[in-house]
């Protein structure tokens, strides 16, 4: 029995020892593998240096002149904020509900890897968590797992172990939050606490409540699945468990979880998408001249980046006035549209011109494509005329799925009008107003600062300022008679409208005032091309007109925001002011980089009194001619000058307005040249651009907060301006000159301009 019981003891001290050094050996692997990763062999896990030097990727923001975030440029949406911006209750909410021990452990928390062990191994708890700390956590932020197969989990753990371990080292308690805070992840591209406060309540971190606090951290266990925009209810659920976990680590009463529970999300969502938002044409204008200066800038040895480098730009536009333009421009396009497709009714060149809509095919980019693939005209037409499911614009209220073709697409969006409007503060260039388009997203067309459109009526005040700069008298009448120009092939510019006017002959403010085309041509005769051209010029307008007769109806093609420039000289007494977007730019520590401003055009183009005989002449566009609908339809008293404008064939309907503090410029029309207007009297610029200005000044009267820009006036012409304007407006052929006028008979002649 003894010699049993000795060879069983032994047995199971053989046991014992087999099982001991398994143990250790599992223990020594166990140590060699974690050597290995820490040497690198698993992948390379960044140094104690490499980890003190990172640098985050901040988004570029966009200010208005009134300190409105409007936009954001970047590769990742993050603005990295200090640990004194972090309220006391959103460390907690973290705290609470993220790392318990985080002040206790270094890094690792053993403890919490133990209860989550034996929780999801032994009793099955996948609830229980991963037990990674909030130092852990900001290392896969930082560094984020590459792959995520089952193989490389325990290796990312490890290395996340490794650089958590390295990271307290580093960085104190308080940077580990602040890091940390700056670099999660909240879904839809948005990292850091700044941008997601931002995105869901339209604040700062600094300013965040408990609630929101909790709401956003209560984000972090699924960014996606407790979203407060998509799923209201579980965010709610979410947060409230957070309350209770701040309340459980005695950060906050009793009381206080009951009150905060009760509270609604209260959402105030703002997505920073490219294509929405307020002012997305002037937003990507500033875009194109941030990286103009960024370029030349890391020419000179910098290294910026729009979209990382956390650049503060500031521009000029006005918060207040751009909403009221936007909201102003939906207003009465959506009225325009409909009668302008009322107006064509089934005869529209959209539903009955195939050969037009080919046309427009050819410009596409989807068409260019197939026709590089190396199918005919018929196949390419054939393949843009298959039905797929596409989001349509119809309107500024909805946009609908439906099955369309690329076809279809074309036809639907050549209908639509579209528009133009900029208001720039003409004592110091600052554009306070852009609206490039109807719609963004669908037209990244920029009216302001790309297209170039015949301006029609709006270049008679250079036309007459001219001739009046060489001496012409203000009170110089001119025939309304239409004269057929023979060295010009028969040309014979007409008036609109059906009046009467063989016998009758106006002063150069009724003329211009009314827009009379035979005027306009007789001025230009006086003041001649060549002078015209370079007077245009001389007032900011670089772009290379026709020195043609034409000129004097606006057949030359410019920019609005050249338009803008050059109207500036009558407000600066012949000086032209180059209008400007951006204020300054900082970088993110709000270090100023660099300041803009607009100075005046040293040389004069025209004289003091040329300048204030303009703007009384153009006053009466405003009182009484054919601007008139502003007092009369909108019913405003303020001090106005200005001018329509339409083009041949009704193309373009443009409107420009002039006050001591504003010039404003609006244009309407289509994008394909080869539809216009029905007629005129839908698509001339007193009814479908002068609108646009109407609106929106009605708007601006009612708030004081534009005193500056509304209650002014122009100031009182010198007495020698008000004698040169001091003359009958129209003035009637005497007895003998009727009696020997052929009315019936058009008059022939050389133009000699």
Excluded at 277 to 295: C, D, H, Q, T
Excluded at 396 to 416: G, N, R
Excluded at 487 to 495: A, T
Excluded at 533 to 559: C, N, Q, R
């Amino acid at each position: 029995m003894k010699k049993k019981t000795r060879k069983s003891s032994k047995r199971q001290i053989s046991i014992r020892k087999v099982i001991g050094l398994g143990v250790l050996g599992l223990f020594a692997l166990l140590i060699l593998f974690i050597a290995s990763i820490n040497m690198g062999l698993w992948g390379q896990i960044p140094s104690k240096k490499e980890l003190s030097n990172f640098q985050y990727q901040r988004a570029s923001e966009v200010f208005t002149a009134d300190s409105v975030l409007i936009g954001k440029y970047y590769l990742y949406d993050r603005q990295p904020v200090s640990y004194q911006d972090f309220p006391e209750h959103l460390i907690q909410a973290l705290i609470a509900i993220e790392d318990e021990r985080f002040y206790e452990h270094s890094g690792v928390d053993l403890r919490s890897l133990l209860r989550v062990g034996f929780k999801t191994v032994l009793l099955g708890d996948n609830s229980s968590g991963g037990g990674s700390t909030l130092t852990q956590q900001l290392a896969k932020n930082l560094y984020p797992r590459k792959e995520r197969n089952k193989t490389n989990i325990v290796v990312n753990k490890i290395k996340e172990m490794i650089i958590a371990k390295r990271l307290e080292k580093i960085f104190t308690k308080e940077e580990i939050i602040t890091n940390y805070l700056n670099t999660v992840s909240f879904g839809d591209n948005t990292f850091g606490i700044e941008s997601a406060a931002l995105k869901f309540f339209n604040t700062r971190t600094k300013d965040i409540s408990a609630t929101q606090a909790a709401t956003l951290v209560g984000m972090l266990k699924a960014t996606y699945g407790y979203n407060p925009r998509i799923f209201p209810e579980k965010s709610l659920g979410r947060r409230n468990l957070v309350l209770r976990a701040m309340y459980n680590n005695d950060f906050i009463s009793e009381e206080q979880v009951s009150k905060f529970s009760q509270e609604k999300l209260d959402l105030d969502y703002r997505d920073f998408d490219y294509n929405a938002g307020i002012a997305p044409y002037f937003r990507e204008e500033v875009r194109k001249e941030m990286l103009n200066w960024i370029s030349k800038q890391n020419k000179a040895g910098t290294n910026y980046n729009i979209y990382t480098s956390g650049l503060k730009i500031y521009t000029t536009l006005n918060y207040k006035m751009q909403k009221l333009a936007e909201e102003a421009m939906v207003e009465h396009m959506t009225k325009l549209q409909h009668s302008f497709e009322k107006s064509y009714g089934t005869n529209a060149p959209w539903l009955k011109d195939k050969k037009l809509m080919e046309k427009i095919a050819r410009r596409t980019s989807a068409y260019n494509r197939l026709q590089k693939s190396g199918l005919t005209h018929e196949q390419i037409i054939d393949s843009l005329s298959k039905d797929k499911q596409k989001r349509i614009f119809k309107s500024w209220q909805s946009d609908e799925e439906q099955m369309a073709s690329t076809m279809d697409s074309i036809q639907h969006y050549t209908k639509f009008l579209n528009t133009g409007s900029l208001a720039v503060d003409p004592t110091n260039g600052d554009i306070l107003v852009w609206v490039g388009g109807i719609n963004f997203e669908q037209y990244k067309y920029d009216h302001i600062s790309q297209s170039k459109r015949q301006v029609g009526s709006t270049f008679k005040p250079i036309v007459y300022t001219t001739a009046i700069d060489q001496g012409v008298s203000p009170c110089t009448y001119f025939s309304a008679e239409e004269i057929e120009y023979d060295n010009l092939k028969g040309w014979s510019p007409s008036n609109s409208g059906n009046k009467d006017e063989a016998y009758l002959n106006y002063s150069m403010e009724e003329g211009l005032s009314n827009s009379i085309n035979t005027i306009a041509v007789k001025v230009l005769e006086k003041a001649g091309i060549e002078n015209v051209v370079e007077m245009a010029k001389k007032m900011g307008i670089e772009d290379k007109l026709p020195k043609e007769a034409s000129i004097a109806l606006g057949t030359g093609e410019i920019k609005i925001i050249d338009l803008a420039q050059a109207y500036t000289s009558y407000v600066n007494n012949g000086k032209h002011l180059k209008p400007k977007i951006i204020k300054s730019i900082s970088n993110y520590k709000d270090s100023v980089l660099v300041e803009f401003k607009s100075e005046l055009n040293e040389k004069a183009a025209f004289s003091k009194k040329t300048s204030e005989i303009m703007i009384e002449m153009m006053k009466s566009t405003i009182n009484s001619g054919t601007a008139s609908r502003l007092r009369n339809t909108y019913g405003l008293k303020n001090d106005i000058a200005g001018k329509t404008g339409t083009t041949q064939n009704n193309k373009d309907a443009w409107f420009v307005a002039l006050t001591p503090k504003l010039v404003h410029i609006s244009w309407v029309g289509l994008d394909q040249h080869e539809i216009g207007f029905s007629n005129t009297s839908i698509g001339q610029g007193a009814n479908a651009a002068l609108p646009l200005f109407g609106l929106w000044m009605k708007e601006l009267n009612k708030d004081r907060d534009f005193d500056t820009y509304t209650k002014v006036n122009f100031k009182k012409p010198s007495l020698d301006v008000q004698k040169a304007l001091n003359c009958a407006p129209v003035k009637r052929d005497g007895f003998f000159k009727r009696l020997f006028k052929n009315p019936n008979k058009k008059k022939s002649k050389d133009f000699k301009g």
